[in-house]
């Protein structure tokens, strides 16, 4: 038996998922100013197979310069950023890793 014919099995026995697997992806996006940054990060988010993309705060949005990519990954909006997150959490079982850009 090769060690890529056991691969899966050991997965199986360690209670994963498996080769190939891949855990829905989900991106934050907090109270965008710039009319242009929800298309844009739709775009990339379409590309690496986001799941869904959550706004959280102002609801003055649009995924204007999406270029068809918002048909692909889906919008949800948030009134605040900690419901976005405890939803994450409590209902999409995710970890949350925050960055921000200050320039």
Same mark, same amino acid.
């Given at each position: &038996?090769? $060690?890529?014919?056991?691969? $899966?099995?050991?997965?199986?026995? !360690? ?6 697997? *891949? %855990? $829905?992806?989900? *991106?934050?996006?907090? /109270? ?5 940054? *929800? ?15 959550? +706004?959280?705060? /102002?609801?003055?949005?649009? /995924?204007?310069? /999406?270029?068809?990519?918002?048909? %692909?990954?889906? +919008?949800? %909006?948030? $009134?605040? +950023?900690?419901?976005?997150? !405890?939803? +994450?959490?409590?209902? &999409?079982?995710?970890?949350? *890793? ?6």
């Amino acid at each position: &038996e090769t $060690p890529e014919a056991a691969l $899966p099995v050991a997965a199986e026995e !360690a209670g994963q998922q498996g080769p190939g697997h *891949v %855990h $829905p992806c989900f *991106v934050i996006m907090h /109270s965008v100013a710039k009319k242009h940054n *929800v298309g844009t990060i739709s775009r990339c988010c379409t590309a690496f197979g986001v799941k869904e993309i959550c +706004l959280a705060g /102002s609801r003055h949005f649009n /995924s204007f310069g /999406s270029m068809g990519s918002d048909a %692909h990954c889906q +919008l949800r %909006h948030f $009134p605040r +950023l900690e419901a976005c997150v !405890a939803h +994450l959490k409590e209902q &999409e079982g995710c970890e949350v *890793v925050g960055i921000e850009i200050t320039d």
